[in-house]
């Protein structure tokens, strides 16, 4: 059975393939025919995969967040490495010090404020991917967090990570 693509499911398979292959191209450095080629290849199965598990949908492959993705992913990018650095500091200034540690876990909830579960998704995701911090589950319009610290968690609850995110997201 064939079955006739529509024009949106057409455009993510041309936007998927042409991005898979881009980064593939990206990362490999080879410029060759053999590479170039294999490139394709790989970036056609992975496509015809997608279609076939039917995930090739706007969630999936989320086009419709165009260049607003690389602002926040270098504004998390920044985040991720500052935190980075804090937890380490936290790590070796408690293995040093003999008065008690500041390494006080904390649970704590957060409001979200994305319309999406796209948004939704992508705001618990960049809480867990900054260290430190941890989403432990989403309800709604709230998301459990635990925190090594109750600075990291009040940072959260300041809410640049959640306006960002709605920003990012669009649909505000």
Same mark, same amino acid.
């Given at each position: ?12 398979? !041309?936007? $998927? ?5 881009? %980064? +593939? =191209? ?8 053999? *590479?170039? @080629? ?26 419709? !967040?165009? $260049? ?5 992913? %270098? +504004? =998390? ?8 650095? *804090?937890? @380490? ?28 579960? $796209? ?54």
């Amino acid at each position: 059975m064939v079955r006739k693509l529509s024009g949106p499911h057409r455009f993510y398979r !041309l936007t $998927l393939g042409a991005s898979l292959f881009l %980064f +593939w =191209l990206l990362l490999s450095g080879q410029y060759d025919i053999l *590479h170039i @080629v294999l490139g394709i290849a790989s970036s056609l199965i992975i496509v015809w995969v997608a279609e076939r598990l039917q995930v090739l949908d706007w969630e999936g492959h989320p086009t419709h !967040l165009g $260049l607003r993705v690389f602002p926040y992913w %270098f +504004w =998390l990018s920044g985040k991720v490495m500052q935190a980075n650095f *804090h937890v @380490v500091w936290l790590i070796l200034k408690d293995l040093f010090q003999r008065n008690g540690s500041e390494l006080t876990p904390v649970e704590g909830r957060l409001s979200a404020h994305q319309k999406s579960h $796209l948004g939704k998704t992508t705001y618990a995701n960049s809480i867990t991917l900054t260290p430190g911090t941890l989403t432990l589950s989403i309800e709604e319009n709230n998301i459990k967090v635990h925190a090594l610290t109750h600075e990291a968690l009040e940072e959260l609850r300041q809410g640049e990570m959640d306006k960002r995110v709605t920003q990012f997201e669009g649909l505000s």
